[in-house]
């Protein structure tokens, strides 16, 4: 019998009506459902309303049997099986002290360690609309004390006294039993003072009530405008140079985001830290900071760290913005002290080491040429030592061959991993001004690869046919298999993935291709026909 039918028969002739129900009838929950079902739509009574004395008026004793004789919990047991059968069923305490009940017993838990996930994974949020959202009002008013160990939920204006607030924080602490630096307002929630940290907070604030040394910025996720005061940002940058006990010029702008400070740098933006300036005993007029060339310095130096040599150094080194270069003294001074510093003549000075000391910027506005920046500079400079070859040089294949093999050798590398990038360290980036790419360049040096052997395949390499067809022939070559037999993992284990992928976007910009799949309906058996290997 279906439950439309089940439900109509039941409306017509119960079988509690008129005779005993057989033995065991109530131990059914599905039997019990549909009694107190019928029990609410036959006589029109809501379920909050529904008492002792209708269940045996209406010859369903035997439910109450079941439930200790408790008609809350019977009538709980319906609603929680039709969770929209009445949501303000809650309002009735006995309710939600039976639902509670009922919980508790469950979870075998001992009540003072009853846990608002608890209510959560029991369905019983609902209910906390009528306990002030609090899962803690809910356990005292069923009967089981205040005794719980999470902080009992106080009139709102008690939290005015300080001393109520620190005791509700130390114990919410107490039972989190995690660092303070990782305690959450969703915790403070949790444990029933979201008031207290939405009225009195923030975090740091109630910690420091509560007994706790903990900075601001130690805090996870730390108020917004808490480094709009200028005092506060200089205490940050004072403790970290203390913790950190290393030479100010050393302390990198990993040092501020390892230890909690990466919003202070954002605050030394060159827009927001244009009108910072100092006042005191020597006043700075606003902008003093943008002498600096990045976040770091300009932090360091409103703390006042920086002075001297140190100051010095400070302003010439860092990513600087581009502008900073087009002023021709600014890059002499920049020139003469990467000079000075390195202890070597210009022209043996790599690009590498231009761009250690983050004068990348610098060299662009010689357009590249080193020899440009230094004999701008009052340097002499030999382009024989500099390895700055005359164009005519690089044209024969045997000089490019010799430059490129000993850059390899240079760099430590696996010839298969070298990309552009060691030609232009290397300064023999003329090498690939004479031919098509850096593959062609070491096969002319000696190196036996193929170009998909290379770590990094030159964009727009597998969209020409040839490449393709020379790669799949390949393939089938080294795997010994017939073209039929080619599989997806043949093109993974032998350095040809990237070409798979692709087969798609091929698909669609090249019509060969994309006829050949049209027949096939397979990407790997198009490849095939299109090398004619079937």
């Given at each position: 019998?279906?439950?439309k039918?089940?439900?109509?028969?039941?409306?017509t002739?119960?079988?509690?009506?008129?005779?005993?129900?057989?033995?065991?009838?109530?131990?059914?929950?599905?039997?019990?459902?549909?009694?107190?079902?019928?029990?609410?739509e036959?006589?029109?009574?809501?379920?909050?309303?529904?008492?002792?004395s209708?269940?045996?008026?209406?010859?369903?004793?035997?439910?109450?049997?079941?439930h200790?004789?408790?008609?809350?919990?019977?009538?709980?047991?319906?609603?929680?099986?039709?969770?929209?059968?009445?949501?303000?069923?809650?309002?009735?305490?006995?309710?939600?002290?039976?639902?509670?009940?009922?919980?508790?017993?469950?979870?075998?838990?001992?009540?003072?360690?009853?846990?608002?996930?608890?209510?959560?994974?029991?369905?019983?949020?609902?209910?906390?609309?009528y306990?002030?959202?609090?899962?803690?009002t809910?356990?005292?008013e069923?009967?089981y004390?205040?005794?719980?160990?999470?902080?009992?939920?106080?009139?709102?204006?008690?939290?005015?006294?300080?001393?109520?607030?620190?005791?509700?924080?130390?114990?919410?602490?107490e039972?989190?039993?995690?660092?303070?630096?990782?305690?959450?307002?969703?915790?403070?929630?949790?444990?029933?003072?979201?008031?207290?940290?939405?009225?009195?907070?923030?975090?740091?604030?109630?910690?420091?009530?509560?007994?706790?040394?903990?900075?601001?910025?130690?805090?996870?996720?730390?108020?917004?405008?808490?480094?709009?005061?200028?005092?506060?940002?200089?205490?940050?940058?004072?403790?970290?140079v203390?913790?950190?006990?290393?030479?100010?010029t050393?302390?990198?702008?990993?040092?501020?985001?390892?230890n909690?400070l990466?919003?202070?740098?954002?605050?030394?933006?060159?827009?927001?830290?244009?009108?910072?300036?100092?006042?005191?005993?020597?006043?700075?007029?606003?902008?003093?900071?943008?002498?600096?060339?990045?976040?770091?310095?300009?932090?360091?130096?409103?703390?006042?760290?920086?002075?001297?040599?140190?100051e010095?150094?400070?302003?010439?080194?860092?990513?600087?913005?581009?502008s900073?270069?087009?002023?021709?003294?600014?890059?002499?001074?920049?020139?003469?002290?990467?000079?000075?510093?390195l202890?070597?003549?210009?022209e043996?000075?790599?690009?590498k080491?231009?761009?250690?000391?983050?004068?990348?910027?610098?060299?662009?506005?010689?357009?590249?040429?080193?020899?440009?920046a230094?004999?701008?500079?009052?340097?002499?400079?030999?382009?024989?030592?500099?390895?700055?070859?005359?164009?005519?040089?690089?044209?024969?294949?045997?000089?490019?061959?010799?430059?490129?093999?000993?850059?390899?050798?240079?760099?430590?590398?696996d010839?298969?991993?070298?990309?552009s990038?060691?030609?232009k360290?290397?300064?023999?980036?003329?090498?690939l001004?004479?031919?098509?790419?850096?593959h062609?360049?070491?096969?002319?040096?000696?190196?036996?690869?193929?170009?998909?052997?290379?770590?990094?395949?030159?964009?727009?390499?597998?969209?020409?046919?040839?490449n393709?067809?020379?790669?799949?022939?390949?393939?089938?070559?080294?795997?010994?298999?017939?073209?039929?037999?080619?599989?997806?993992?043949?093109?993974?284990?032998?350095?040809?993935?990237?070409?798979?992928?692709?087969?798609?976007?091929?698909?669609q910009?090249?019509?060969?291709?994309?006829?050949?799949?049209?027949?096939?309906?397979d990407?790997?058996?198009?490849?095939?026909?299109?090398?004619?290997?079937v």
């Amino acid at each position: 019998m279906n439950r439309k039918n089940r439900k109509n028969d039941i409306k017509t002739n119960p079988p509690w009506s008129g005779s005993r129900v057989p033995r065991g009838y109530w131990q059914d929950p599905q039997n019990r459902l549909e009694a107190v079902e019928w029990l609410v739509e036959q006589h029109k009574i809501p379920p909050q309303k529904i008492t002792a004395s209708d269940f045996i008026k209406n010859g369903l004793s035997g439910i109450l049997a079941q439930h200790s004789g408790s008609p809350a919990r019977a009538v709980l047991e319906y609603v929680m099986a039709n969770p929209p059968a009445s949501r303000e069923l809650w309002k009735k305490k006995s309710i939600r002290s039976a639902a509670v009940r009922m919980m508790v017993e469950e979870s075998g838990k001992d009540p003072k360690k009853i846990t608002l996930k608890d209510f959560k994974n029991a369905g019983l949020t609902d209910m906390l609309a009528y306990t002030g959202n609090s899962h803690e009002t809910a356990i005292r008013e069923t009967g089981y004390g205040d005794g719980c160990s999470k902080p009992s939920k106080a009139r709102a204006h008690n939290w005015a006294d300080r001393d109520v607030r620190a005791r509700a924080v130390r114990d919410m602490i107490e039972h989190l039993k995690k660092p303070l630096s990782d305690i959450t307002v969703k915790d403070f929630r949790d444990h029933g003072l979201g008031t207290v940290i939405t009225r009195y907070g923030p975090k740091y604030r109630l910690f420091r009530e509560a007994g706790f040394e903990l900075k601001p910025w130690e805090v996870k996720k730390s108020t917004m405008g808490l480094w709009e005061g200028m005092e506060t940002r200089v205490s940050a940058v004072s403790w970290l140079v203390e913790k950190m006990k290393k030479p100010v010029t050393e302390i990198s702008r990993e040092d501020f985001v390892d230890n909690g400070l990466a919003t202070l740098l954002a605050m030394y933006n060159p827009k927001k830290c244009k009108d910072y300036k100092k006042t005191g005993i020597i006043e700075t007029p606003p902008g003093y900071l943008l002498e600096y060339p990045n976040a770091v310095a300009r932090a360091l130096a409103e703390a006042g760290f920086l002075s001297g040599e140190d100051e010095k150094k400070m302003k010439l080194s860092g990513k600087v913005r581009a502008s900073h270069w087009f002023d021709r003294d600014n890059r002499i001074a920049a020139l003469k002290e990467i000079v000075d510093d390195l202890g070597k003549p210009p022209e043996k000075i790599t690009q590498k080491e231009l761009e250690r000391a983050n004068l990348v910027y610098m060299i662009h506005v010689y357009y590249g040429n080193r020899k440009k920046a230094f004999v701008d500079a009052g340097f002499d400079y030999d382009e024989t030592e500099a390895n700055q070859r005359p164009p005519r040089y690089w044209q024969e294949p045997r000089n490019r061959a010799r430059e490129v093999r000993s850059m390899v050798k240079g760099s430590g590398k696996d010839p298969k991993d070298i990309v552009s990038r060691d030609f232009k360290e290397a300064g023999i980036e003329a090498v690939l001004h004479n031919v098509p790419n850096v593959h062609y360049a070491l096969r002319e040096a000696g190196f036996n690869l193929l170009p998909w052997e290379m770590s990094h395949v030159p964009k727009g390499f597998w969209y020409e046919e040839r490449n393709r067809i020379m790669a799949v022939k390949w393939l089938v070559h080294v795997t010994g298999r017939k073209p039929k037999k080619i599989t997806r993992n043949d093109y993974i284990d032998n350095g040809l993935d990237r070409l798979f992928q692709i087969y798609p976007k091929i698909r669609q910009k090249d019509p060969g291709f994309s006829r050949y799949y049209n027949i096939k309906r397979d990407y790997i058996q198009a490849a095939m026909a299109e090398a004619e290997l079937v």
